[in-house]
T-cell receptor, first 115, second 116 residues
Framework: GAGVSQSPSNKVTEKGKDVELRCDPI?????LYWYRQRLGQGLEFLIY????????KSGLPSDRFSAERTGESVSTLTIQRTQQEDSAVYLC?????????????FGPGTRLLVL | AQTVTQSQPEMSVQEAETVTLSCTYD???????LFWYKQPPSRQMILVIR??????QNATENRFSVNFQKAAKSFSLKISDSQLGDTAMYFC?????????????FGTGTSLTVIP
């Protein structure tokens, strides 16, 4: 079946502009995660959605970052007034549920470059 | 806070040989889950192997196995009969049960190169 998809695969923007990143999870997966991966670094948790519950936003680095998800479908991560330090790969992952045994399936990521 | 440490930024191994990647973590929880993920140049993160902390038996998936030492908080990955396709970044990850909510904590990764 189809995996997690993300678009765009690459995004170049100017400092101060807003960007929207999209994630299409695997159909039927109720949980969705966003991560940031800076060059040469590990994954940094940003936000987590589970069904219709309130999202866990504890990893968002500033109020310039926000994310939405409608039901159990597509999610968008928005970065307002982008800064050069926002340059990174943004990875999305989905899983069937929230049990600790659930495996996360990752998308290919969006590489964001802020000039 | 939970921390995951991978102390080997880069490693290399000859094709068909065995290599071990190290990972240590810090947690006050007793129940948790540990993962190794592989990230090839395509950027696609792929789950390699998973270990539940309450299981004493080390997990094994074909050529991949772990050495889980709970008391030492160590979780190393052994790759046997290394293949060129194993060249990738490898990330160790931790997920708690009670106190860490839904977050996964990742190490900074080990870049593995398999030499033909």
């Amino acid at each position: 079946g189809a995996g997690v998809s993300q678009s765009p695969s690459n995004k170049v923007t100017e400092k101060g502009k807003d960007v929207e990143l999209r994630c299409d999870p695997i159909s039927g997966h109720t949980a969705l995660y966003w991560y940031r991966q800076r060059l040469g670094q590990g994954l940094e948790f940003l936000i987590y959605f589970q069904g219709n519950s309130a999202p866990d936003k504890s990893g968002l680095p500033s109020d310039r970052f926000s994310a939405e998800r409608t039901g159990e479908s597509v999610s968008t991560l928005t970065i307002q007034r982008t800064q050069q330090e926002d340059s990174a790969v943004y990875l999305c992952a989905s899983s069937q549920g929230v049990a600790e045994t659930e495996t996360q399936y990752f998308g290919p990521g969006t590489r964001l470059l802020v000039l | 806070a939970q921390t995951v440490t991978q102390s080997q930024p880069e490693m290399s191994v000859q094709e068909a040989e065995t290599v071990t990647l190290s990972c240590t973590y810090d947690t006050s929880e007793n129940n948790y889950y540990l993962f190794w993920y592989k990230q090839p140049p395509s950027r696609q993160m792929i789950l390699v192997i998973r270990q539940e902390a309450y299981k004493q038996q080390n997990a094994t998936e074909n050529r991949f196995s772990v050495n889980f030492q709970k008391a030492a908080k160590s979780f190393s990955l052994k790759i046997s009969d290394s293949q060129l396709g194993d060249t990738a970044m490898y990330f160790c990850a931790f997920r708690g049960y009670l106190n860490t909510g839904n977050q996964f904590y990742f190490g900074t990764g080990t870049s593995l190169t398999v030499i033909p």
